[in-house]
Structures are given as C-alpha cells and as structure tokens.
C-alpha cells in the first residue's frame, strides 16, 4: 500500500508497472474509479496493459483505503488529487481512465489540464446537470431506507441486467 498525504487527504494508491526494461519510459494511465468502488475496480484490466504501460489506480477520498477528510468534496478536489498523484510519482503525461464520477472528473481535468493528459477514455460519466443532480437524493435514500437501498439504485443504473455473475455484482453492490 502507497500512500500520499495531501492537504486535506491521506489518498491510498497502487502502482503496478510490469513493463519490461527495453521500455524505457512507459505511458502511464491513471484509473479513477466511480462512487460505491475502490482502485480494485480496475483489476481486470492490468493483465491487458501491464507489459505496454504503468498503470496506477487509487482510492479517492472516502473509499477503499482512502480517508474521506473533514470537508465537502468537489469536482475540483478530485482533479488536484489526479495531479499531485501525478506529480508524486513523477509522471508529466498521462492517459486518465473514468468511471461514473471518476468519468466526470476526467472530462474537468481535460479543461484544466490539457497539457497533462495524452488521452481521456470516460465510462458511465456525467456531463449534463440532469444526470449529475442525482446525487441530491442520495442522503434521503441512505438516511430513509438505508445503504442498501442505495446500493439497490446505484447498481441498476450501473450495469445491465444479467451482465455481471452473481459473484462480481455481489463485489460491486
């Protein structure tokens, strides 16, 4: 486990560069995953790209390993914790994979940084007010009915129906 102490963070992280040393300097791509999941979210994934690229996932505030701080968090939050991740492990150029708010936040990191990304992959993201505005109700389904509940209505604008073995849904849900 890897670690960095921000500001107002503790952000766990993992680097896994597998590259063989006749790739000197490997492109590395960042995963920042969506609500309700960690870096592990991404695991799948390492075994196509690990001998081409390093790869580094992380836990952003409030899930998995990674400490929720003490203060609201913004869109703004999320994209400096992508860059001072950056910078922490030396990298000036990278590819940004996002998922749901993960996707939302490499869509402002692309307006912000440009000149730090190489390429900006977005899955289930949300770019419009609409969809964004969701998040307002999830206070009352959590205090209302509970984290299941929640996790009930997250998972089924998540995936498909029938897309997931029992086992992986039961991870995400």
């Known amino acids: 486990m890897t670690e960095l102490k921000t500001n107002r963070y503790n952000l766990h992280y993992e680097v896994i560069d597998l590259t063989p040393p006749w790739i000197e300097a490997p492109d590395t791509i960042f995963f920042h995953h969506g ?12 075994a196509q790209l690990q001998d081409r690229y390093r790869l580094l996932a992380f836990d952003m505030p409030g899930h998995g390993q990674s400490y929720p701080g003490d203060a609201a968090i913004t869109i703004a939050d999320l994209v400096g914790n992508l860059i001072e991740l950056a910078d922490a492990v030396s990298c000036a150029k990278f590819h940004l994979v ?36 969701n998040v307002q109700n999830w206070d009352a389904v959590i205090n209302g009915q509970g984290m299941d509940a929640w996790s009930d209505q997250m998972m089924a604008g998540r995936f498909f129906d029938d897309v997931l073995q029992p086992e992986v849904w039961d991870w995400y849900r």
């Open 98 to 133: 996002g998922e749901s708010i993960g996707g939302t936040v490499a869509l402002q990191a692309a307006v912000d940084y440009p000149d730090r990304l190489s390429s900006v992959t977005v899955s289930n993201g949300s770019h419009i007010g609409g969809s964004i505005e």
């Open 35 to 46: 609500v309700g999941a960690n870096w592990q979210c991404w695991l799948g994934w390492v």
